[in-house]
Structure formats: C-alpha cells, structure tokens
Nanobody, 130 residues
Framework: QVQLQESGPGLVKSSQTLSLTCAVS??????????WSWVRQPPGKGLEWMGV???????YFNPSLKNRTSISRDTAKNQFYLQLSSVTPEDTAVYYC??????????????????????WGQGIQVTVSS
C-alpha cells in the first residue's frame, strides 16, 4: 500500500525558508517514469502545483514559484523535500505531496493534471506569520 506523509513546521515566519519532507512507503521514488510533486492549497482557493521531481531526479517548477522553490530527494531514505524561500503570509496553505503515475512532459516542461495522480499525502497546514 502506497503511503505519502508530509512533515515539517506548521508555523514559519515571513522571509524565512519553509522546508517540508515527504516520506514515501510502499513505493520507490526511483521507479521508472513515476514523478513526485508538491502541491498546495491556500485557504479558499484551488490547488496550485509547485514542482515535481521525476524518477531520475530531474525537477520542474511552476514558473510563478520557480525562483523561490527547490525540490530534492534522498533515495536511501525514499524521501523527497520541498524548500520555499522568502515566504510571506500569501504562502499560507495546506501543502501536499503526491505521486504522478503517468507524467506528461511537453517539450522541456511538465504538464500538471490531477488525473494522473493516484496517491496523495494527507497534507500539512503551514501558516506564515507576518
């Protein structure tokens, strides 16, 4: 059974860097063609895809967040990570990690669609204080 579990601080101060961990069990993050994303949902808004790390380690980011976002992984621990720098209260959201079983790449870009996602973490609420 595939499970994803987000962890990290629930409260971050403005201008700091938010760091989250996604621990994966029941699947391996290096499995061919799988991709692993971070997605967030601000209060009262829809899902916002932040970025993805593919099975071989290539990363793709939402252009609106690219300058502040990094995604990395530890294959030995079967975990992947999100770092979001220079946070503001507008970054307050529930943050999810999720698996894309059939990622779509268009040119040099990744195409996000929830239809391809089969497993999601429960989400972690992160509040950025001003």
């Amino acid at each position: 059974q595939v499970q994803l579990q987000e962890s990290g601080p629930g409260l971050v101060k403005s201008s700091q860097t938010l760091s989250l961990t996604c621990a994966v069990s029941g699947a391996t993050i290096t499995t061919f063609y799988d991709a692993w994303s971070w997605v967030r949902q601000p209060p009262g808004k829809g899902l916002e895809w932040m970025g993805v790390i593919a099975y071989e380690g290539t990363t793709y980011f939402n252009p609106s967040l690219k300058n502040r976002t990094s995604i990395s992984r530890d294959t030995a621990k079967n975990q992947f990570y999100l770092q979001l720098s220079s946070v503001t209260p507008e970054d307050t959201a529930v943050y999810y990690c999720a698996r894309d079983r059939a990622p779509t790449y268009v040119g040099d870009n990744y195409y996000f669609t929830t239809d391809e996602y089969d497993h999601w973490g429960q989400g972690i609420q992160v509040t950025v204080s001003s």
